[in-house]
């Protein structure tokens, strides 16, 4: 993932969440995230992106997301929530995630099998960590949305 300050390399984990994985790749073959924002953080704690609103909507719909997308059900697992990880974001239905995902940047275990955990930062954590301080309003909302500028899949080497 390339943002306009660094870069975030992730680890999927498709031995876990399968169906959030899969989706997760295909939306980044098609491009989809190329240009969509981060929207939302909370400081210390995570940043949220992957809203098509962000692209070219209102503020006012960040995070909002777009209800025509499939959703894809939870894959609730053992992975801890901990520094690094990716999850999916989700509406108060467990089986409501769509394209929107979290990072998180410290430990979180209130999310341990209530969210799907699907991947972990393994480069790019200072990055991550900047974006949870970025500016705010009374919502979480960034003040000034981080673009990702291209999100792009390349094979994990160990």
Not at 1 to 10: E, N, Q, S, T
Not at 76 to 96: V, Y
Request: with cysteine; aromatic share 10%; hydrophobic share 35%.
């Amino acid at each position: 993932m390339k943002l306009d300050f660094g870069k975030v390399k992730i680890q999927l984990f498709p031995d876990v969440a399968p169906k959030h994985v899969e989706n997760f790749k295909k939306r980044i073959s098609e491009g989809f995230y190329n240009g969509l924002a981060f929207h939302r953080a909370v400081p210390n704690l995570i940043v949220q992106g992957g809203d098509p609103n962000t692209k070219d909507k209102d503020r006012s719909t960040w995070g909002a997301g777009d209800e025509s997308l499939p959703k894809i059900n939870a894959e609730f697992n053992d992975r801890p929530f901990i520094k690094g990880t990716l999850g999916a974001a989700r509406a108060q239905d467990p089986n409501s995630a769509s394209t929107q995902f979290f990072l998180c940047v410290e430990p979180f275990p209130q999310w341990d099998g209530q969210y799907t955990n699907f991947g972990q930062v393994i480069e790019g954590i200072s990055n991550v960590q900047v974006m949870t301080m970025a500016e705010t309003d009374d919502e979480q909302k960034l003040k000034d949305k981080i673009v990702m500028r291209k999100v792009y899949l390349e094979k994990y080497q160990k």
